[in-house]
Each structure stands twice: as structure tokens, then as C-alpha cells.
């Protein structure tokens, strides 16, 4: 296993090794004291392990890398990922997962607020409570809460999947409760078992779009 430490490199100097290595090479981060931006733009099956908490947009555009954070992590944890895979064992702050177009994010704690806020085909499963105005305009993709959501849950949400284990505060603009079927018990089923997660499927509660803003209609002139 090769070892950084950022008390000892810069962070460009770490990240910069970080993005030149290739499969099936892993690295173990130490010391990363809340540090922005730490090992983002990620481009290969590496395996990188973070010993502490993070600060904004760890993880940010990964692609291909299994990340592990045995912490928390700050504001955008991450964003616009294509694929791979983070493990938060903490908790994340507000838009964890925006505009992520693939891969999994697993947050073991709960998130803040717009979690998944435009996401576009990533998978999110939070163990915890989720904050309010998550899956914001979610285009496609899946977010699953163990636990409990704030205030407008899918506020005008497209094709994104939501499912909720607990309470929701209350639903956004043009999100509503959709029907369990087995397809999508069998999805939810999947990625519980992926994540490790004890709970049956049978608990959950699915959200979608009503599709009534998908075109313009002056009696939902309110909604826009």
C-alpha cells in the first residue's frame, strides 16, 4: 500500500500522484485535516482510503476510483462523479452527490440539505436523515434515505428514482408518491444489499415525478 501524508505534501503534490496512477495500485491518505478538494478528478481503478475528515467536494468528478473516507466530508462530496464509488463512514454536508452523472455514493451518517441536487445517474444511498431540498430537479438516478427527509423532497424532479424508509417533511413541486412494484422492490433490493444495509425493502416508500411541469400550463402557472 503506498502512504501520503499531508502534513508532510502539498495537496496539488498529492493529488497529482493520485491522478497518475494506474490499477490496481492503493493509497492511504493521512492527516487530511479538512483539507478541499482531496483526491478529486480521479481517472482510474484505484483504491484510495482517507483517514479523517475532508472538506468541499472530496471525491469531485471521480471516475472509475473506489474512495473511502473513515470520517465526514464538506459541502459537494462527490459532485459530478461518472463512475466509481465513495464510502463517507461519517457524515456529508449539504449538495453531497450533485450533478453526479454515475457511480454509487454511500454515506453511512446522514447529509445535509440538496443532497443529489441535479443528479443526473448516480446512485446515492444515505443510512442516516437526509436535509431538505434533496433531489432537486434529480434527473435520473436513485436516491435511497434509511432514515427521515426534510422540506421539499423532488422539487421538480424529472426520471429520478427516490426512496424513503422514514417520515418526509413534506414533497416539492411536481413530486409525488409512486407505487412499489416489483421491478423497483427488486432495484431498491440490490442496493441495500450492495451497501450492506439491513433494512427490507418492504419499509420503503418510492417518490417520482407527477410529470405535470414537463410542459407549460397555465392552470400549474404556480408551480414553475
Known amino acids: 500500500m503506498n502512504k501520503l501524508d499531508l502534513e508532510k505534501i502539498t495537496l496539488r503534490e498529492l493529488n497529482t500522484k493520485l491522478q497518475m496512477s494506474k490499477s490496481p495500485e492503493t493509497w492511504l491518505i493521512s492527516n487530511p485535516k ?12 484505484i483504491k484510495v482510503k482517507i483517514e479523517g475528515s475532508t472538506g468541499y467536494y472530496c471525491a469531485g468528478m471521480n471516475k472509475k476510483a473506489f474512495i473511502e473516507v473513515s470520517g465526514s466530508v464538506g459541502p459537494g462530496a462527490a459532485e459530478n462523479m461518472m463512475s466509481g464509488k465513495l464510502v463517507v463512514h461519517g457524515n456529508a454536508s449539504q449538495y453531497a ?9 454511500l454515506i453511512k451518517g446522514n447529509a445535509s440539505s440538496r443532497c443529489g441536487i441535479s443528479m443526473k445517474g448516480i446512485d446515492i444511498v444515505v443510512k442516516g436523515d437526509i436535509g431538505h431540498m434533496s433531489a432537486f430537479m434529480a434527473q435520473s438516478g ?10 421539499s423532497l423532488g422539487d421538480s424532479i424529472y426520471e429520478a428514482q427516490i426512496f424513503v424508509r422514514g417520515s418526509v417533511k413534506s414533497l416539492g413541486a411536481d413530486c409525488v408518491e409512486k407505487e412499489m412494484s416489483k421491478k423497483y422492490t427488486e432495484i431498491l433490493e440490490k442496493l441495500l444489499s450492495d451497501a450492506k444495509l439491513n433494512f427490507k425493502p418492504s419499509k420503503f416508500r418510492r417518490y417520482g415525478s407527477a410529470r405535470k411541469l414537463y410542459n407549460f400550463d397555465i392552470a400549474n402557472a404556480e408551480e414553475y
Do not use: F, R
Open 142 to 151: 436513485k436516491l435511497i434515505v434509511c432514515g427521515n427527509v426534510g422540506d
Open 34 to 45: 479538512g483539507a478541499h478538494a482531496l483526491a478529486v478528478g480521479l481517472d482510474s481503478s
Open 97 to 105: 452527490g450533485a450533478t453526479g452523472h454515475g457511480g454509487t455514493l
